[in-house]
């Protein structure tokens, strides 16, 4: 074959190359579109209202240890949203280690410039900032992130990320104030029911089983999302998330989180309640009920939580008993 002949053959299967590479981007960016904006019509309209919060000011993560407040929020009609949940989210960037803190809403605190509340107050007063204030004064926490998400929007995310439901075992007939009735057994939720289940709270363990219930779901729904079916269905998932999520953190972060998490896929997320077992006691005061704790004995049991040594992480197990 002459050089001339050669070279034409070689520019032919780089012409070749360059077409299947554009054609392969032109199709992504069409999956991609056409998906996402799939999402944003299962999102609907009925999305997060617009609220101005004052401006978050978490401190930046040091040593790669990073914590995002999550915050359920509850919007009806033109009431002003409350934050029914109320979770610590902790992620090492080192040791790609997921952690789970809830910190139960009746907890009796110390509200900067506001006196004494129960905790899920500082949202309705000052939004995500005055939490992650009150966490600080109070537990010596500091947070980086905030992410906000609308109940009205669970149920959608969830049949997103677990089409064919989550899986959880009812213990006894659920149906008071969730608007439906889920029975005894396992069972696989879709996302409707899902949130009838974490939201419950009429039972001998009130808000310390919801608790319960939404750490489990959590830990389920963390599985999912990293699956290969959720990799697939991410600009549909970005889409149905959006109008429902309101958060500060930046997309590199996001970014380096889901490739650690994909990375160490197989790890347990491990959780922790606060107050901890046998560290508080039921009492009223002029907001009502109340959850009057031993400050001291919970801030060290965070702390260690956060900040395990090697030989925690080996032999850790974490009691949520009410």
Same mark, same amino acid.
């Given at each position: ?5 050669? =070279?034409?053959?070689?520019? =032919?299967?780089?012409?070749? #190359? ?25 999102? $609907? ?55 789970? #803190? ?12 506001? $006196?004494?509340? @129960? !905790? ?44 064919? $439901? ?7 007939? !659920?149906?008071?104030?969730?608007? !439906? ?22 039972? =001998? ?7 319960? =219930? ?36 930046? @997309? ?28 508080? #006691?039921?009492?009223?005061?002029? #907001? ?35």
């Amino acid at each position: 074959m002459k050089r001339s002949e050669r =070279r034409k053959k070689k520019r =032919r299967g780089l012409r070749f #190359v360059q077409f299947t590479i554009v054609s392969l981007l032109i199709i992504g960016v069409a999956y991609w579109v056409i998906q996402y904006n799939h999402g944003l019509s299962i999102a $609907g309209k009925n999305a997060m209202k617009d609220e101005v919060f004052d401006p978050f000011e978490g401190a930046e993560p040091v040593f790669g240890e990073i914590n995002v407040l999550l915050l359920g929020s509850d919007a009806r009609g033109d009431e002003k949203a409350r934050a029914d949940t109320l979770m610590i989210a902790h992620y090492n960037q080192t040791t790609n280690d997921v952690r789970l #803190v809830s910190i139960m809403r009746d907890i009796y605190v110390d509200i900067p410039g506001h $006196g004494k509340q @129960k !905790m899920n107050a500082a949202f309705a007063i000052g939004g995500p900032e005055l939490v992650r204030k009150t966490i600080k004064e109070n537990f010596d926490i500091d947070v980086h992130y905030y992410a906000m998400v609308d109940f009205a929007g669970f149920s959608k995310i969830v049949d997103v990320i677990a089409p064919d $439901g989550i899986e959880v075992d009812i213990p006894y007939t !659920m149906s008071h104030g969730i608007y !439906m009735t889920l029975h005894p057994g396992k069972q696989a939720l879709n996302g409707e029911q899902l949130l009838g289940y974490v939201r419950f709270r009429h039972d =001998r363990l009130s808000d310390f089983g919801r608790v319960e =219930r939404q750490q489990e779901v959590m830990t389920k729904l963390k599985d999912q999302a990293i699956s290969f079916h959720t990799f697939v269905n991410l600009p549909k998932l970005l889409g149905v998330v959006e109008p429902y999520i309101e958060t500060n953190v930046d @997309k590199m972060t996001l970014l380096s989180i889901g490739k650690g998490m994909l990375l160490n896929k197989n790890a347990t997320m491990e959780t922790l309640r606060i107050p901890v077992a046998n560290s508080y #006691v039921d009492k009223r005061e002029s #907001v009502g009920e109340v959850l009057s704790i031993d400050f001291e004995k919970n801030k060290q049991a965070l702390k260690e939580f956060l900040s395990p040594t090697e030989e925690d992480n080996n032999s850790e197990t974490v009691e949520n008993q009410p």
